[in-house]
């Protein structure tokens, strides 16, 4: 298996829309009600927090090889 870098912005993103559809998901299943507008803070929040984390992890990246190179 080919190995890769960890991108940290990527795993907040989908995570935050596994959320998304794990809380529609309970709607049609009809264990709870969620309104149909919640969808909009839910992935505008959750990918506004994915590119913070992907421009901190940015930022640690070219801090850290700077000083070891």
Partial sequence: MLRHEFQP?????GLSLTATGVVFAGDAGGLWETPWFAVVPLIVGGLCL?????TVARGIRRRGGSESG
């Fill in 9 to 13: 912005g990527r795993l907040v993103a």
């Fill in 50 to 54: 994915a590119g913070a984390t992907a």
